[in-house]
C-alpha cells in the first residue's frame, strides 16, 4: 500500500497513477448477496445452470453496479493519505461496462487522479478508474469516481 503524506502531496501527483489495488475474487456468493441487497435477481447473475447454457458470458457474471460498488474498496487497498479523517463517495460523473465479471474471476483497479479542487471543509477529488479482470483483456469498469476528503478532527477530551 501506498502511504500519501498529505493532500497538499497528492495534489502534486495531478494526471499520475496514484494506485493499482489488490487483486479480489468476486465470488458466486458476493453476487447472489448482492443480489438479495438490491433485489436485481437476473438469471444472469444468480442462475448458475441457465447461465451455462444460455448466456453469451457462459456462466453468471457480476451485475456492474456490484463492480462500481467495489472501488472503494479497492481505492483503500491501494493507498492512503495521511491526515484523513473521513472520505465520502460523493459520486460518478459516468460509468462503463465494456466486458463482463465471471462469477470467481479475479477484479483489480487503477487509480489516476484526474482532479483535485477545494470545497467547503475539505477536498474534491475525481479518479480515472480504471477495472481490469484475470478473466478478459478488455476492461471491465471504466469510471470517473467523485470522492471528498476531509481532514481529521482532533477528539475533545469529555470532562
Known amino acids: 500500500m501506498r502511504i500519501i503524506s498529505s493532500v497538499a502531496t497528492l495534489r502534486e501527483m495531478l494526471g499520475q ?10 465470488s458466486q456468493d458476493r453476487i447472489s448477496r448482492f443480489a438479495d441487497a438490491t433485489g436485481d435477481h437476473q438469471w444472469i447473475h444468480v442462475d448458475e445452470q441457465r447461465s451455462r447454457l444460455e448466456s ?13 460498488g467495489l472501488i472503494p474498496t479497492l481505492m483503500e487497498s ?12 460523493y459520486g460518478l460523473n459516468k460509468a462503463r461496462f465494456p466486458a463482463p465479471v465471471p462469477a470467481g474471476s479475479r477484479v483489480r483497479a487503477r487509480m489516476v487522479l484526474a482532479d483535485i479542487s ?5 477536498t474534491q477529488m475525481i479518479w480515472d478508474i480504471t477495472m481490469e479482470s484475470d478473466a478478459d483483456s478488455k476492461p471491465v469498469c471504466i ?8 481532514p ?3 477528539h475533545a477530551e469529555s470532562h
Open 17 to 26: 497513477e496514484i494506485g493499482v489495488s489488490d487483486w479480489m475474487v468476486v
Open 56 to 68: 453469451p458470458f457462459g456462466g453468471t457474471v457480476a451485475h456492474g453496479f456490484l463492480t462500481v
Open 78 to 89: 491501494a493507498f492512503r493519505i495521511e491526515g484523513e479523517g473521513l472520505i465520502v463517495n
Open 118 to 122: 477545494d470545497v467547503r471543509g475539505g
Open 143 to 150: 469510471a470517473e469516481f467523485i470522492t471528498r476528503h476531509y
Open 152 to 154: 481529521a478532527v482532533p
